[in-house]
């Protein structure tokens, strides 16, 4: 009986704690999540935003002084920029990729 609860307690703490984890709160959140629902949850973003985007894919593109940048792209061929924030109080940010590389920035190129 011992090892059946510290098999159940060391796979509680395993799902409980995400493979991956950085200081942003918000992110960690997200990456606990199956791929349905971050997706859900960054087009719930997009539409806080203005945007109406179905995310059919995304892309985590990498941190950047603690904030998370994720590239969420659309069924209708939209994509948007979406930072989470290193700051658990701060404002998500999306950025429409039209608008980005109309001024010169590639969502979609390769982040060292």
């Not at 806080?48 to 894919?57: I, N």
């Not at 209708?76 to 109309?102: F, H, K, M, Q, R």
């Amino acid at each position: 009986m011992t090892k059946t609860l510290l098999a159940t307690a060391a796979m509680a703490l395993a799902l409980a704690v995400p493979a991956y984890a950085s200081d942003n709160v918000q992110h960690d959140l997200l990456m606990r999540k199956s791929p349905a629902e971050q997706n859900a949850i960054l087009a719930i973003a997009a539409a806080s935003a203005g945007y109406a985007c179905k995310v059919r894919r995304h892309t985590f593109k990498g941190l950047y002084k603690g904030d998370a940048y994720h590239l969420a792209e659309c069924t209708n061929g939209s994509a948007y920029l979406i930072t989470l924030p290193a700051d658990p109080n701060g404002e998500v940010i999306v950025l429409d990729c039209e608008i980005a590389a109309a001024v010169g920035a590639d969502c979609f190129a390769v982040w060292d």
